[in-house]
């Protein structure tokens, strides 16, 4: 779909399905998954707009080259400010102004299977939120590593408290949305 296209569509409030590259949400958004993004409207007279939510996967662009879709594992109301991060990932993207979140991902229909997952759902969102609070918790503990790494050269440890901290999440994500 090309670039104006695609903005267009956002802009115009009309849901999207898109089929994502890259893993960074792998597993909860698999390769070969289509997706169905619905824009979020911000820009409400009252500045009400649509709700971010914890565990929320969300749509912006990072800088001027590529959009991200990524979990939404904080919120600072006052700032209006979101921070995100991709649940393959161990460190959280840089804080993200409210206004250049541009969509949600509501639907997730699974590659090579008849499996539609419905976000907006009561359970889904429950268990999305669940894994935005492990993806907190991973991002603070990989940041306290890299200050620690930065002070001894092998942390041989490190990796062995990633897999420990990723495994609950990997859990999660496979029980509830395989």
């Not at 089929?19 to 698999?30: K, N």
């Not at 949600?104 to 299977?113: E, L, M, W």
Request: charged share 25%.
């Amino acid at each position: 779909m090309g670039e104006n296209i695609f903005t267009g569509l956002l802009d115009c409030n009309v849901p999207i399905r898109i089929r994502p590259v890259g893993l960074s949400m792998h597993p909860f958004i698999r390769k070969g998954d289509c997706i169905t993004i619905t824009p979020i409207s911000l820009n409400t007279p009252d500045k009400s707009g649509d709700m971010i939510a914890h565990g929320d996967c969300v749509i912006f662009r990072e800088g001027s080259e590529r959009w991200l879709i990524h979990r939404v594992i904080g919120i600072n109301h006052k700032k209006e400010t979101i921070l995100t991060k991709g649940d393959a990932l161990l460190q959280s993207d840089r804080l993200v102004p409210r206004e250049m979140i541009r969509g949600r991902v509501t639907i997730i229909h699974r590659a090579n299977s008849e499996k539609v997952y419905h976000l907006d759902q009561p359970l889904p969102g429950i268990i999305c939120r669940l894994i935005a609070l492990l993806s907190r918790g991973e991002s603070i503990i990989s940041s306290i590593f890299r200050l620690r790494r930065r002070q001894v050269e092998v942390s041989p440890e490190f990796e062995f408290i990633t897999r420990i901290i990723k495994f609950p999440k990997w859990i999660l994500t496979r029980l509830s949305f395989s």
